[in-house]
């Protein structure tokens, strides 16, 4: 039962926010331009019709001028898209660009929501996770308040997000982003095609906690291009033995690392490089004995971050495909395209 909760609470850690992720790895930025409203009097406002996460048909009939967002991808991809003045409330890990420090803060997550907050700031438009309860989002409904439900953690889902909140923004930054992270999904599959089975590298995926591994078709597993997943399920958190991954033999093995402080650099990544190779017999896998053990920051499994997770995952697969590209410096354009910040640390090893 306890290891139930270890488990619950990391993967709400992975899907609600990335907390640490503005509250460290952001120190002090360099707060981007106030987004450009969609309410111009010479504009007639087209209504936006959505289907949620969950189904819900959801129609956004008029102009948007104040949002509660109540997850930190969701609130970060508003901001890069240029609509953080419409935000008017957030939960308490939206600390990045700097502006939104100063937003009203309605909860810790989407799971604790103060709602007479919420329906103090009048908005027109909630945005949440999947975390949300339903008492919560029913009292939103019965105030007609519009609210869309969504998972930031999905790659179809955050690109629908990112299309429809482009209709609702309006802004040349929406359409502009869309491209850029359309850019590196179709770069991935361009590189790997005509790729042949024999071609492929079989590969362990493992989540945070040890032994702990990412399915072939699960969301996060279903990001990985260009090899073969040893552990054939469609969960997130699949439980394998280290007998299955020694049995097994992995080309490749891709380790999702998590820092409480956010201090992603070298020294982190080679510490847990090597508790990864101290487990026991691990030590003999031909990816550890070929040096092709890869480590990342899960903060790139979210949101407006996932097509650089992606690229990774491609290169650690084919790097003769992708020798041309550096990870980190793509991530790093992203930031400083989008927000006008430059990122520090680096967030993939090698």
């Avoid at 992975?14 to 907390?19: D, F, G, R």
């Avoid at 790997?192 to 079989?202: D, F, I, R, Y």
Wanted: negative net charge.
């Amino acid at each position: 039962m306890q290891s139930k909760f270890v488990l619950y609470g990391i993967a709400t850690i992975l899907i609600v926010s990335v907390a640490a992720y503005g509250v460290y790895l952001y120190t002090n930025p360099t707060p981007s331009p106030p987004g450009n409203s969609n309410t111009s009097n010479n504009t007639v406002f087209t209504p936006v019709n959505i289907t949620d996460y969950y189904g819900r048909n959801v129609t956004i009939s008029s102009p948007v001028k104040r949002i509660v967002c109540l997850n930190s991808g969701f609130t970060e991809i508003i901001c890069a898209m240029g609509g953080e003045s419409l935000i008017v409330g957030r939960e308490s890990y939206s600390t990045f660009p700097a502006s939104m420090q100063n937003v009203t803060v309605v909860g810790t997550t989407s799971w604790n929501v103060n709602v007479e907050l919420v329906l103090e700031l009048e908005p027109d438009l909630i945005i949440s996770d999947i975390m949300i309860h339903s008492e919560d989002l029913t009292r939103f409904e019965e105030a007609n308040i519009t609210t869309i439900i969504e998972y930031p953690a999905d790659l179809t889902r955050v690109q629908q997000f990112m299309s429809y909140m482009a209709q609702i923004l309006k802004t040349p930054k929406a359409s502009a982003l869309i491209s850029w992270m359309n850019q590196y999904v179709n770069l991935v599959d361009q590189r790997l095609q005509n790729l042949t089975a024999s071609e492929m590298p079989k590969f362990y995926f493992e989540f945070v906690q040890p032994y702990m591994a990412y399915g072939s078709g699960s969301r996060i597993g279903q990001l990985v291009k260009g090899g073969i997943n040893i552990v054939n399920s469609t969960s997130d958190n699949t439980k394998v033995s280290a007998e299955f991954v020694l049995e097994q033999n992995p080309d490749v093995v891709l380790l999702t690392t998590y820092s409480p402080t956010q201090t992603y650099n070298e020294e982190f990544f080679q510490s847990n490089l090597a508790a990864f190779q101290a487990r026991e017999g691990l030590s003999n896998l031909a990816a550890v004995q070929s040096g092709r053990v890869y480590l990342f920051s899960y903060t790139l499994l979210q949101g407006m971050r996932i097509p650089v997770g992606m690229l990774f995952f491609a290169k650690c697969m084919q790097p003769d495909r992708f020798s041309d590209i550096d990870v980190n410096n793509v991530l790093r354009d992203l930031y400083r395209q989008f927000f006008d910040y430059e990122l520090q640390g680096i967030y993939v090893y090698p």
